[in-house]
Nanobody, 121 residues
Framework: QVQLVESGGGLVQPGGSLRLSCAASGFTFGSYAMSWYRQAPGKERELVARITPIGGSTNYADAVKGRFTISRDNAKNTVYLQMNSLKPEDTAVYYC??????????????WGQGTQVTVSS
């Protein structure tokens, strides 16, 4: 019933841009913090960006700060990751994550299936 479906990945040249989307269903989207994680070949999964339920606070990994922007549209149950000035080291599978933000939802933790982003010339 709970679903997080990522889209927007693909192949892009260095310096290019991509916009990832994560469509959520089956839970109260506006009560969950949303995050993007990524995992490159041979590396551990790492947090890329996080946004609080109403978008009042965001956090970014140092490696993407100034280039990536996370946003959400609670009316559409969707979180986005705008990626600009892409570098080859951004190549990874990107995953959408939802975590319950209020006390009663504190144990909720959902993951999407991932979408591949490849930055190469």
């Amino acid at each position: 019933q709970v679903q997080l479906v990522e889209s927007g990945g693909g192949l892009v040249q260095p310096g290019g841009s991509l916009r990832l989307s994560c469509a959520a269903s089956g839970f109260t989207f506006g009560s969950y913090a949303m995050s993007w994680y990524r995992q490159a070949p041979g590396k551990e999964r790492e947090l890329v960006a996080r946004i609080t339920p109403i978008g009042g606070s965001t956090n970014y990994a140092d490696a993407v700060k100034g280039r990536f922007t996370i946003s959400r549209d609670n009316a559409k149950n969707t979180v986005y990751l705008q990626m600009n000035s892409l570098k080859p080291e951004d190549t990874a599978v990107y995953y959408c994550n939802a975590v319950g933000w209020v006390f009663v939802l504190r144990d909720r933790d959902y993951w999407g299936q991932g979408t591949q982003v490849t930055v190469s010339s």
